[in-house]
């Protein structure tokens, strides 16, 4: 069946949602990021023995949108409430925000390209 799925990773639970198009895929991937932006509240971990993890670090919800054509890409929330897009599946490029750009719209510039 073609179109596109969204993949939202998060709690250890993974809920799958598919649209036909990328404009609602992509309304989808920033609705359930924003919610995960929300209710991110990481802790630092480790220490001691193991390496520090500041919230930053963490990525405590992943968004991933697969479609036809190859298409990979999708969103990582963090654990101090930052998002940041990305393109990939096993080598994940980050996508660069341009200035007043938030992750959702530089994801949504770089797959319309």
Known sequence: MPGFRILV?????????????LD?????????????????SATEE?????????????????????????????IDVRGDGSAEAFTGRVRRRVVHQRQDESPYEALRRELSA
């Open 46 to 74: 480790g220490g001691g023995l193991i390496r520090r993890y500041e919230p930053v670090q963490q990525v405590v919800g992943r968004i991933e949108l697969r479609g036809p054509g190859r298409i990979r890409a999708g």
């Open 9 to 21: 990773h998060s709690a250890a639970k993974v809920r799958r949602e598919r649209t036909d198009n």
């Open 24 to 40: 609602a895929a992509l309304a989808v991937v920033e609705r359930h990021g924003r919610r995960l932006e929300e209710g991110a």
